[in-house]
């Protein structure tokens, strides 16, 4: 690319980019929140004190705590139902947790795997 289209490029991107300025300087909750955070700060410093601290007073509850990784215990899974299957065509019975199982594959893929769904006693 030229250094000519370079620049073009560039001065375009920087006129919407000013554009976007212009349209967010005149949105009222923009205005809102810039109005809050000086009045904010301001009262922090009048009174002396941190963002951290006042995030600490208003976390009374322990809000913030209970959300660290150290407080958030582990969910523990539910653990699986065993399944009885029970072959018509030749008797044989197999009990699984999960549809791993090496004989349950062959006869899903034999007989197809509605049908060896409704084998569960």
């Known amino acids: 690319m030229s250094r000519l289209a370079e620049y073009r490029k560039l001065e375009q991107t920087l006129a919407a980019q000013l554009a976007q300025l212009e349209q967010m300087k005149n949105d009222d909750g923009l205005k809102r929140e810039i109005e809050f955070e000086q009045k904010l700060r301001s009262l922090l410093e009048k009174y002396g004190v941190g963002l951290k601290e006042v995030v600490n007073i ?5 809000v913030r705590n209970a959300r ?15 399944k009885t299957y029970k072959n018509p065509h030749n008797g044989e019975t197999i009990e699984t ?8 594959k062959e006869w899903k893929q034999k007989y197809g795997a509605e049908q060896v769904e409704s084998w569960v006693s």
Do not use: Y
Not at 58 to 62: F, N, T, V, Y
Not at 68 to 79: D, G, L, N
């Open 58 to 62: 208003l976390d009374a509850q322990g």
């Open 68 to 82: 660290s990784p150290k407080a958030v215990e582990k969910a523990t899974r539910k653990a699986r139902v065993v």
């Open 97 to 104: 947790k999960g549809g791993n199982h090496r004989l349950l």
